[in-house]
Structure formats: C-alpha cells, structure tokens
C-alpha cells in the first residue's frame, strides 16, 4: 500500500496521487482541510492515524457538515431535537478563535432569529411539563423532561439572548427550591432526653424546670422538632417566657429557704422532735450540662443532641451554667460542621446535620450560611444515590449533575458522576443494540436511547465543571452517537436517490465514525460502488482510483466485506499511475526499465484493463526501439540492456509476444557481435 515518490519520501498510497508532486506537508495538509469544498478530502485527512491540526479542522468542518443535513431533514424530529443540532453546530464553531468569527457570522446570516424561535417553542414545552410536575408532584418524568429542555435552552441562547437565559435560571432555582423544601420536611431531629442521677430519662423543659414531683423525677415532654428552612428552635416569646417561668420559679425557692431560716430561728434553742430532711431538688440545668458532657464524649459522641440539649437551656441558665452552656453549644457547632463535610459519613447524615445547623436561630449566620449552601447539593446526591440503588441511571445522572451544578463541595460527587454516567451509557448501548436495525427501529430510538444519550451530552450544559472531569469521556461519545443515528436516516434516504450514492457512502461512514451502524444498507451501498469502481477503471484508471481511495479510507468500512477488495484495486491503480508518472520522466534505460516494471507490477496485481495494456505496449516499444538507437550507434553495451530487460522470463506473461521476439532476434545480433570481437 506504498510506494516510494521520485524524491525519495514515502507516502500512502492513498494519498499518493494527491502528494507525488507537493509533497506530504503539514501546510499542505491545512490548507486542504480549511479550504477543500470537497468532503471526500476532508475524509482522507480525518482519517490520519496521527493527531494533527489538520486532522481537526477536517474533523470539525465534517461535523458541520453533516449537522446541516441532519437538520434538513428537521420533520422528523421535535423542536428540542433540532435545537440540540443547532447547539451542536454552535458548539463546534466555538472550538477555536478563528471558528470566533464564523460563528458570529453564522448567527448573522439569519440564524439569530430562528434559533431564538425554536429555543422560544422548548421553552414553552418545558414550561408546560413543568406544571404538569406541580400540579402532580409524583409525575418525575415530567420533571425531568422539563429539565432537560431547560438545560438546553440555556445552553443553546447564552450568547444569543440573555433576557431568556435568566428567565430559565429563575424557573431551575424554584424548582430546586421546592424540592428541596419538601425533601426538609420529611427530616425531624427529637428532642434529646435528660438523664437524672437515679438513671432515669428525663425530657425536661425550662419552661417547667422546678416542677417535680416528690420523688425528683417527673418528666415533662415537649415537641422541639426541629424546623426547616428559617424557622428557629426557639421563638423569641419562648425564650422570653422561659426566663419568666424560670425566675418566677428561682423566687419561690428564696421564699422557701428564708421561711425555713425563720422558723429555724424561732426555734432556736427549743427541744423539738427531729423531722426527716426533704430530698434535695435535682437542678435541671446541672442535669443538662452533664448530660451534654456525654454527648460529647468521644465514646458516645452525638452533636445534634448536645446541640439541641444546649440551646434549649441556655436563655434559662445564668453565670457559669450559662458560660459552660454557652462552650457546650459551640463544640457541639464546631463538630456538626466537620461531620456535614466528612466524605466519609453518608449523604443521609450529612443531610440532617447541616439541615439543623442551618434551622438553628442561635448558630452564627456565616455557619448558617455555610450549612445552608451544603443543603441542595446533598439532596441531590441523596436522590441519586436513591435512583442508583434502583438501577435508574438516567434519574442518577441527572441529580448528581444537579449536585454539582449547585456546588457539592465533595470530590465524591466527581465520582458519582463518573460512575452514573458511564452506567448510564453502558444500559443504552445494550438498549440501542436490541432495536438497531430492526423495524420501526427509528420510533423506539426516539423513545428509549435518545432521551439517555440527550442527557449525557448535554452534562457540559448543566454545569460546565463536568466535562472536565476524568473519566467524562462519554459526553462527546453521546453527542456524535446521537448524530450517528440521524446520520443513518441521512444515508438511507440518500441511498434511495439517483445520483446520491457516494453521499450516500459518505453519510454511512460518518455514522459509523460516530459509533452507529446500519450494516445492511451500507453494505449495499458500498458494494455498489465498488461495482462502479470496477466500470470506470476500464477507460479512467485515475477516476477509478479515486473512487476506491474513498471506498478504501471509509469509516467503517470493514464491516462491508470490500476493503480488502478496494485496497487490492488501490494497489494495482497506484502503481500504474507510479509508472505513468514515471514516463513523463525518462532520461536513462533504468527510468524506462522502472516504467515497464511497474507497469508489469499493476498487471499482474490484477490491472488487466485495456489502459495497462496498451500503455506497456507504448513503453516496451519505446525500450526497443531505444534499444535499436543504441546498436546503430554501436553502443553494445546500452543495447544489450534494453534488448535483455524486454526479453526476460517474468515478463512474458505481460510483454507482447511478437514484441519480445523482436528483442530477442536483436539480442542474439548483440551477442553476435560482441563474440567476433
């Protein structure tokens, strides 16, 4: 498949006839991929084996080209369909700053106004799917739909209309909002229990701190369920009545003690009948710190509790209770904090800690606020965890993207992604091969595979963080696999038109460039012109040539069972076109032996054709003519060559007969004459 050029560099076959002259440079190479209007070049240069800039840009102008006939053929999909082409067209004009330009011009033309319009009608979907969802909170598919569309119109308008751009990102944050209110709502922290001396539990409340009953233990239950969103643990009157109730109680007892003092010194020096002591009071709030102490302990560590236990008693406490409270409550702040940010505790728990920090009235705002930020992010890795652990990947992707997209500060969710994303994509592939090929398979693709590979390829738009990831590499697999598709239903129709079979050919390869195969109709497209190849090279081996360089550099071509039959015809059309080359510069008896040599090379590697033909007639003619210049000269020498080369065994099968005899009668003269001397 290579031949060596006259400048001594070696080149592929395939691009031989293009490069014998210029050589293979890399300029040469660029201008050809910028410029060429031909997508049967740009296919040759995308098909380099090696990375290049030329290899790029063929990539690339061949995407575009092959998007602008997807949306062609725009009946036959939905509006979010086509704007997703039109995304893809802008994604790749935005590549590179020279695409810069192209761009703006491509938004110029008259595209500005129709991509806007489109974008208009998704978002009008979206909206509708949107309040189907609140009107039936259930209905996630729904929600989901909605999102999807969202996502792309942001994607798609951010340099074409802002005004829409903010009105979508409004509508995103409320339904986050919402979701995650109702996701608070369903967590609920109890109050913790007082532990007294005698090992009994006690719920006790400030409110009713003094009142116990005679054997020091009554308890007293309340409700501090922690609230969600703004609410606080206690209200502002709470507090306030419980310093009320506290004081009014704290007065009481000095009553009791100074009415003991008085009658103790009334009696003062009288003889009365001893009477048993009153159990000494079991004061609450000492109750409390200590129990916060065993919250604490790292043995029996649970900060939610000595938060809770300490907030509820430090309005009531007073001096150094109140201090002591007052460092409990912020040790208890300090190791929530660290907990909600643990990797390795489970989002479940990560969930409820920052939900009470956040709902805490007494925590300072900046941890508030921190807590805050952490909460949307860890409902959304919960709802993926959750859809995960059901084998719905889809829901997966989409609420770990959503975590990410509301800055889950955790390097897991990086991997969540990863692992969703590439689930996700595995399941489809298995789904897209089950109805590849089979009838109607175009409906089932449009509501099995499409939806899951829409989602993986608009990741990038829901948080531009993502496609920077390692590992993200299905984002751009799903992207050209969703082109693929369409690009099959481009090369079917193609292959029904007259006069549209090599785009036909080209459109199948490009699909399967993109990982898509319709084995059947490429296969028999393929062979079909590979059947003309065979026509044409009768009389046009340099047309024929072209057209199986083409068939040859394909994409997917394998798979049709005429490679190897277009690189055995490549072979034989290259090397008659080295030795045609070749002719056109003879100045030695070697230059014309090469030529007759290559021509004899293409015929027997199957070039049979009346072209290889007549053209060795041509120059084993001209060697024996030159031949006979040289014996007249008697320059024996010279002759013998050119008499010795026609006549050699291996050329018999390819030299005319008649021809060679001639060289072999002039041949035995030769050698006549060099025995007389």
């Not at 201008?31 to 060429?36: D, F, H, I, L, T």
Request: charged content about 30%.
């Amino acid at each position: 498949m290579e031949w060596y050029a006259g400048n001594g560099e070696r080149y592929s076959s395939v691009f031989f006839n293009d490069y014998y002259d210029k050589g293979q440079s890399s300029d040469t190479l660029n201008n050809r991929a910028e410029y060429s209007k031909e997508n049967k070049e740009l296919t040759l240069i995308s098909q380099l084996n090696t990375s290049s800039n030329a290899k790029t840009i063929a990539d690339d102008r061949l995407t575009l080209d092959n998007l602008g006939e997807i949306l062609a053929n725009k009946e036959n999909y939905s509006n979010q369909s086509e704007l997703f082409y039109l995304r893809n067209q802008m994604n790749t004009l935005k590549k590179k700053d020279k695409t810069q330009q192209e761009l703006q011009a491509y938004l110029n033309e008259n595209k500005k106004e129709y991509i806007q319009s489109v974008a208009k009608l998704v978002y009008d979907k979206a909206v509708q799917e949107e309040n189907v969802w609140l009107n039936n909170p259930n209905d996630i598919v729904s929600l989901e739909q909605s999102l999807s569309k969202y996502y792309l119109v942001t994607s798609v308008l951010e340099s074409v209309d802002p005004k829409l751009v903010e009105a979508v990102n409004q509508r995103v944050e409320k339904i986050f909002y919402k979701l995650l209110q109702e996701e608070l709502k369903n967590i609920n922290i109890e109050t913790p229990l007082v532990t007294s001396k005698n090992d009994t539990k006690e719920n006790v409340n400030p409110e009713k701190a003094t009142a116990t009953s005679s054997n020091g233990g009554q308890a007293v239950k309340e409700d501090n369920t922690n609230k969600t969103g703004a609410s606080k643990i206690a209200s502002e009157k709470e507090q306030k009545d419980q310093l009320i109730e506290a004081n009014k109680n704290n007065k009481e007892n000095m009553k009791e003690v100074n009415h003991k003092d008085t009658n103790s010194n009334d009696t003062d020096g009288q003889m009365k009948p001893e009477k048993p002591e009153k159990p000494e009071k079991p004061n609450p709030i000492n109750q409390a710190i200590e129990q916060i102490e065993t919250y604490l302990n790292p043995e029996s560590l649970n900060y939610e509790n000595a938060l809770l236990l300490a907030n509820q008693w430090i309005d009531v406490a007073k001096d150094q209770p109140k201090e002591k409270l007052n460092q409990q409550f912020s040790i208890a702040v300090d190791g929530l904090r660290g907990q909600m940010k643990d990797p390795e505790l489970s989002v479940e728990d990560a969930l409820k800690k920052a939900n009470l920090l956040a709902s805490t009235a007494r925590v300072e705002q900046s941890v508030r606020d921190e807590a805050n930020k952490m909460l949307m992010p860890l409902m959304f890795e919960r709802k993926a965890n959750e859809a995960a652990n059901k084998g719905e990947y889809y829901t997966a992707v989409l609420n770990i993207a959503n975590a990410i997209r509301t800055n889950h500060p955790l390097e897991r969710s990086r991997e969540q992604m990863v692992n969703y994303a590439n689930k996700l994509w595995e399941k489809t592939e298995v789904e897209w091969e089950q109805i590849n090929g089979t009838p109607d398979w175009q409906e089932k693709a449009e509501k099995t595979v499409l939806p899951s590979y829409t989602l993986l390829a608009q990741l990038k738009d829901i948080d531009k963080t993502i496609e920077k990831i390692v590992g993200m590499s299905v984002i751009d697999n799903a992207s050209k696999k969703m082109e693929g598709i369409q690009l099959i239903e481009v090369a079917n129709t193609k292959a029904n038109q007259n006069g549209k079979l090599y785009e036909a050919l080209h459109y199948y390869g490009q699909a399967s460039y993109r990982g898509v195969n319709d084995k059947k109709g490429f296969s028999d497209v393929a062979n079909r012109v590979l059947k003309e190849g065979g026509k044409i090279e009768k009389s046009n081996y340099l047309s024929a040539l072209e057209i199986y360089q083409i068939l040859y550099k394909t994409p997917g071509i394998e798979m049709t069972g005429v490679k190897d039959k277009a690189k055995v015809a490549i072979e034989y059309l290259s090397t008659f076109d080295a030795a045609n080359k070749k002719a056109t510069r003879i100045n030695t008896i070697e230059d014309l032996a090469s030529v007759v040599e290559l021509t004899h090379q293409a015929m027997n590697l199957g070039y049979q054709q009346a072209p290889a033909k007549e053209f060795m007639k041509v120059v084993s003619e001209k060697m024996l003519q030159t031949g006979k210049g040289y014996l007249d000269k008697n320059d024996n020498n010279n002759a013998y060559k050119c008499f010795e080369f026609l006549t050699r065994p291996q050329y018999a099968t390819t030299i005319d007969g008649e021809l060679r005899q001639k060289a072999m009668e002039n041949l035995e003269k030769v050698k006549a004459m060099d025995a007389q001397k």
